[in-house]
Nanobody
Framework: QVRLVESGGGLVQPGGSLRLSCVVS????????MGWYRQAPGKQRDMVAT???????NYADFVKGRFTISRDNAKKTVYLQMNSLKPEDTAVYSC???????WGQGTQVTVSS
């Protein structure tokens, strides 16, 4: 059974940083493209960043230059390093095996002073 578990969310002040982690179990992680998504209350879920099995990355315009996605295949983990956080980055962040129905439960990120 494939399972994705996110961690690392929390409350941070504007301009601060957080690193999210998503551990994938029950799958051949290294072959999967992975993605981070976010959903704020009352809004649609948006793609934040994706990374292919080969390490190619893609970012939404609203996080370019601030967020970095990476992966550690040995640890079956995908990361999202978030710097220069803004209040509008407040959302539930979830990871996904791209083109699949496998999602984590999400982790709350709140950016507020």
């Amino acid at each position: 059974q494939v399972r994705l578990v996110e961690s690392g969310g929390g409350l941070v002040q504007p301009g601060g940083s957080l690193r999210l982690s998503c551990v994938v179990s029950g799958s051949v992680f290294s072959t999967y493209a992975m993605g981070w998504y976010r959903q704020a209350p009352g809004k649609q879920r948006d793609m934040v960043a994706t990374i292919t099995s080969g390490g190619r990355t893609n970012y939404a315009d609203f996080v370019k230059g601030r967020f970095t996605i990476s992966r550690d295949n040995a640890k079956k983990t995908v990361y999202l390093q978030m710097n220069s956080l803004k209040p509008e980055d407040t959302a539930v962040y979830s990871c996904n095996i791209l083109a699949s129905s496998y999602w984590g439960q999400g982790t709350q990120v709140t950016v507020s002073s």
